[in-house]
C-alpha cells in the first residue's frame, strides 16, 4: 500500500462519488464521435440497439431491432429500473419479491411464444435467443412467462408463432403447461417455482 506510514490526515481518503471524480480521470473527455464506435451496449445507447413504432393505441407498439446480432449474444443490459411493490401490467418480475418498472424503451418489447431475445433479470440482460440469430428489422420480444409468475393481465395472444406454438393465453408461467414451458429458456426462479409446484402436485397424488 502507497500511502502505508503516512499520518492518516495527510491521506487523500476521502469518499468519491463517481469515477470521474478521481484525480487520475481529470484528463478524461468525452469523444461523443468516437463513441458512436463502440457496441451501442457499452455505453448504453438503446437508440442505437432498437426503435419503436406504434399504430396507435396503448397496447399497439412494438420494437424493431437496429442490429444484427448471432444468437446467444448480449443485446443490452437492462439499466435505470425502479423497484416497486405491485406488479402490474408495465412491471417486469426479476425475482421471487421483485417486480421492476423498466422506465425505459424496453418497456415496448412484446411477448411472443417464438421470442427473439431472452430476458435474464437475474443478470438483468438482455440476450439474442440462443436458437437464432437476430436480423436488423426484426421485431424484438421476450417470452412473458420467462420472467412472470402469475401475470398481473393475461391475455389473449397474437404474436403469430403459428398452430401449436402460440399457447393461445398467456398467463404466467404459474398457470400454463409446465410440460410445455419446459421447451423455454426461464429465469432460475421461475424453474424453481415450477420444480416446486411439481413436488407439491406429486405429493398430493
Ligand atoms: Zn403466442
Known amino acids: 500500500m502507497a500511502t502505508a506510514g503516512l499520518p492518516l490526515e495527510t491521506q ?5 462519488h463517481s469515477f470521474a471524480q478521481h484525480p487520475t480521470m481529470s484528463k478524461h473527455v468525452p469523444n461523443e464521435d468516437a463513441a458512436a464506435l463502440l457496441p451501442a451496449w457499452v455505453n448504453p445507447d ?11 393505441g396503448t397496447f399497439r407498439s412494438w420494437a424493431e431491432s437496429l442490429v444484427d446480432l448471432p444468437a446467444g449474444a448480449l443485446f443490452a443490459r437492462i439499466t435505470g429500473v425502479t423497484s416497486v411493490s405491485t406488479p402490474s401490467y408495465s412491471t417486469t418480475q426479476a425475482g421471487r419479491n421483485l417486480h421492476l418498472e ?19 433479470m437475474e443478470h438483468v ?11 436488423k428489422g426484426d421485431m ?13 393481465q393475461p391475455f389473449d395472444c397474437w404474436c403469430g408463432a403459428g398452430e401449436g406454438k ?15 414451458l419446459k421447451g423455454y429458456w ?13 413436488q407439491v402436485e406429486a405429493g398430493t397424488k
Open 46 to 56: 438503446l437508440d442505437r440497439l432498437m426503435m419503436v413504432r406504434t399504430a396507435g
Open 12 to 16: 487523500e481518503n476521502k469518499k468519491l
Open 140 to 152: 424484438l420480444s421476450f417470452f412473458y412467462p420467462s420472467t412472470e409468475w402469475i401475470l398481473a
Open 102 to 120: 423498466l422506465n425505459s424503451n424496453i418497456h415496448f418489447v412484446n411477448h411472443s411464444c417464438a421470442p427473439t431475445l431472452e430476458w435474464d
Open 125 to 135: 440482460e438482455m440476450r439474442v435467443n440462443r436458437q437464432r440469430d437476430l436480423k
Open 166 to 180: 402460440c399457447f393461445g393465453r398467456v398467463e404466467g408461467a404459474g398457470r400454463m403447461d409446465p410440460t410445455r
Open 186 to 198: 426461464l429465469n432460475g426462479y421461475i424453474k424453481e417455482m415450477l420444480e416446486e409446484e411439481a
